[in-house]
T-cell receptor
Framework: DVKVTQSSRYLVKRTGEKVFLECVQD?????MFWYRQDPGLGLRLIYF???????EKGDIPEGYSVSREKKERFSLILESASTNQTSMYLC??????????????FGPGTRLTVL | SQQGEEDPQALSIQEGENATMNCSYK?????LQWYRQNSGRGLVHLIL?????REKHSGRLRVTLDTSKKSSSLLITASRAADTASYFC???????????FGKGITLSVRP
């Protein structure tokens, strides 16, 4: 079974802190994604990556950056955390199969609170 | 940008009843997927239907796709309390393996 793990289930940070959210997958997937989930807004894509050192902006990249130095690891960085970044953050991965079957596998999520 | 829109937003049924959830989308797709999320957890893939398919079954799940109406429905038959969760549809337009998720439907199954 594919396993996607996230470094923390719950995280509390202060405004202005630099925050790192780590995601690791163990199935050699090429694609990795970071979403945030807020009540009434569903899942919104922040950044995604198709390969090591590759990154693409999603729908809401402002205030975030990412790093993918190894294929299995995709990090989300909040350079200076703000209260409006309080949210549930979900990481996902998928195989690079164009146009046919690209099921995404999700981690358990990190609930981040910024005070 | 939201592609899939689920309907209804919330559904409450008795155990043993069937649950039907709908999803509408705006642009052409390669496939449409349904996911389940238990409270406070990550999403789990349930079923995928390709654009050239009209119906698909998996256990107690039945999904249909009408590309002319740009809509899909997920039917859960003989529901159980354990089916209580949020359900999301996600569309794949074939652009870069991205999926676009709807806002989700909250299903409550009363014992």
């Amino acid at each position: 079974d594919v396993k996607v793990t996230q470094s923390s289930r719950y995280l509390v940070k202060r405004t202005g802190e630099k925050v790192f959210l780590e995601c690791v997958q163990d199935m050699d997937h090429e694609n990795m994604f970071w979403y945030r989930q807020d009540p009434g807004l569903g899942l919104r894509l922040i950044y995604f990556s198709y390969d090591v050192k590759m990154k693409e902006k999603g729908d809401i990249p402002e205030g975030y950056s990412v790093s993918r130095e190894k294929k299995e690891r995709f990090s989300l960085i909040l350079e200076s955390a703000s209260t409006n970044q309080t949210s549930m953050y979900l990481c996902a991965s998928s195989l690079s199969v164009r146009g046919s079957y690209n099921e995404q596998f999700f981690g358990p999520g990190t609930r981040l609170t910024v005070l | 940008s939201q592609q899939g829109e689920e309907d209804p937003q919330a559904l409450s049924i008795q155990e043993g009843e069937n649950a039907t959830m709908n999803c509408s989308y705006k642009t052409s797709i390669n496939n449409l997927q349904w996911y389940r999320q238990n409270s406070g957890r990550g999403l789990v893939h349930l079923i995928l239907i390709r654009s050239n398919e009209r119906e698909k079954h998996s256990g107690r799940l039945r999904v249909t796709l009408d590309t002319s109406k740009k809509s899909s429905s997920l039917l859960i038959t003989a529901s159980r309390a354990a089916d209580t969760a949020s359900y999301f549809c996600a569309t794949d337009t074939g652009a870069n393996s991205k999926l676009t998720f709807g806002k989700g439907i909250t299903l409550s199954v009363r014992p």
